[in-house]
């Protein structure tokens, strides 16, 4: 069975301090590795899909990587606009179903 | 721009009432899909459907049932409302890959 493991479960950060989070992954034929923010109260909302190890996408002050086993998505200089959930989240060979983890609840201060 | 538009943000039903919530993609996406979100377990799959008059039950369909008559609707029902299906209700549509997320319902059983 597909697993996905987020850490840390929340990340409290000063405006400016970057840092990482992090997506472990058990999944059979990955087909792809996706990355969604969620506000409080609203639908989880698509930021990036990756498809192979080595790839990187970015995004404004978001950068997400793959490897073999783990996703990071990587927070350079952050704002307090930033504060939100970030769900990771995988797909496995023709399947439709994605497989979520339980989300970083990341916090930016002033 | 995707859009996915739920029914109701908000809805409060008692124990054993007939709950209908509808789901409205705007994309032509074949496949859909209802989640429950609750603290602590992440998004669950309820049902999805991968063609009009299709369904295929996720990792928790008990007490739910799904209909999609038209490509573009999708209307998840609890025949008779627990309080344990007081959760966060997310619908997701895809062509293939990533999944579009709603903006959630809130459904409190009382």
């Known amino acids: 069975e597909d697993q996905v493991t987020q850490s840390p479960e929340a990340l409290r950060l000063q405006e400016g301090e970057s840092s990482s989070l992090n997506c472990s992954y058990t999944?059979?034929?990955?087909?792809?590795l996706f990355w969604y923010r969620q506000d409080p109260g609203k639908g989880p909302e698509f930021l990036f899909t990756?498809?192979?190890a080595g790839e990187e996408k970015e995004k404004e002050r978001l950068k997400a990587t793959l490897t073999k086993k783990e996703s990071f998505l990587h927070i350079t200089a952050p704002k307090p606009e930033d504060s939100a959930t970030y769900l990771c989240?995988?797909?496995?060979?023709?399947?439709?179903?994605?497989?979520f983890g339980t989300g970083t609840r990341l916090q930016v201060t002033l | 721009d995707v859009k996915v538009t739920q029914s109701s943000r908000y809805l409060v039903k008692r124990t054993g009432e007939k709950v209908f919530l509808e789901c409205v993609q705007d994309m032509d996406h074949e496949n859909m899909f209802w989640y429950r979100q609750d603290p602590g377990l992440g998004l669950r799959l309820i049902y999805f459907s991968y063609d009009v008059k299709m369904k295929e039950k996720g990792d928790i369909p008990e007490g739910y049932s799904v209909s999609r008559e038209k490509k573009e609707r999708f209307s998840l029902i609890l025949e008779s409302a627990s309080t344990n299906q007081t959760s966060m209700y997310l619908c997701?549509?895809?062509?293939?890959?990533?999944?579009?997320f709603g903006p959630g319902t809130r459904l409190l059983v009382l």
């Open positions: 990756l498809y192979s």
């Open positions: 989240a995988s797909i496995s060979g023709t399947a439709s179903k994605l497989t």
């Open positions: 999944v059979s034929g990955l087909r792809g």
């Open positions: 997701a549509s895809s062509s293939k890959d990533p999944q579009y």
